[in-house]
């Protein structure tokens, strides 16, 4: 499951592998995103609550935004961040109202502030060191507050991207999260039916089980909390 990784150059990667349209970064990408994100968002809610006002969240990974606006559309405060300064850059200029950092959660979160939460959604899969970078997570956790991710589950079709070195079974996070203090972890599977997400969001349901087949999108839900 893990592999040899190369220097990764995050601005190239995030301009060639995130599918911009011709004309560049607009809403319409974010619009897209959203509707992505949004039975993501909606099926771990029914799990925990995400949008409690007054937490304070912040999201590692947030590529062009389209987590982040969730929050924000519901009063909560985040702050988004992304290892590409090109990603960074962009969701300043469609969310000008959040603030966005860059980030490299191997090196640690900026600045000294703690959260509620802390996001990740197919992050940990890009990661060379993921005993420090989730070690970097939770000291940036408030105590009871909450890391919510997702990574691909190790299908051969999810190993496929050189920038994969950490594509692990579910029973590998449940493992590395508690050795590094975390109580309460929770596993669970998500999986995706290809195309229809972007016709509408009811065509965009989220199947509890993995599927192995190509153009499904199957991952692991990993909720763990700082005690």
Not at 55 to 77: D, K, L, P, Q, W
Not at 181 to 205: A, M, N
Request: proline share 7%.
């Amino acid at each position: 499951m893990k592999v040899k990784n190369k220097k990764t150059d995050w601005d190239t990667y995030f301009e060639t592998c995130m599918y911009p349209s011709k004309t560049g970064w607009q809403h319409t990408e974010l619009d897209l995103y959203r509707k992505w994100y949004s039975s993501w968002l909606a099926y771990i809610n029914k799990l925990i609550p995400l949008y409690r006002k007054g937490n304070t969240v912040f999201e590692i990974g947030s590529g062009i935004g389209a987590v982040v606006s969730f929050f924000y559309e519901h009063g909560v405060s985040i702050t988004g961040s992304d290892i590409s300064k090109k990603a960074v850059s962009i969701a300043k200029s469609l969310i000008p109202n959040v603030p966005f950092v860059v980030c490299d959660i191997e090196e640690g979160i900026p600045g000294n502030e703690k959260y509620d939460k802390i996001l990740a959604f197919e992050v940990l899969e890009h990661l060379n060191d993921i005993s420090g970078s989730i070690t970097n997570i939770r000291k940036r956790l408030k105590r009871n507050g909450y890391f919510i991710g997702t990574s691909p589950y190790p299908y051969p079709k999810n190993m496929l991207d050189p920038t994969h070195v950490h594509v692990m079974y579910p029973n590998y996070w449940a493992k590395v999260f508690k050795e590094k203090g975390f109580d309460e972890v929770t596993v669970r599977p998500i999986s995706c039916i290809p195309f229809l997400w972007k016709i509408h969001k009811i065509f965009h349901p989220i199947l509890p089980f993995y599927i192995p087949f190509k153009y499904f999108i199957s991952t692991t839900l990993i909720i763990a909390r700082n005690p």
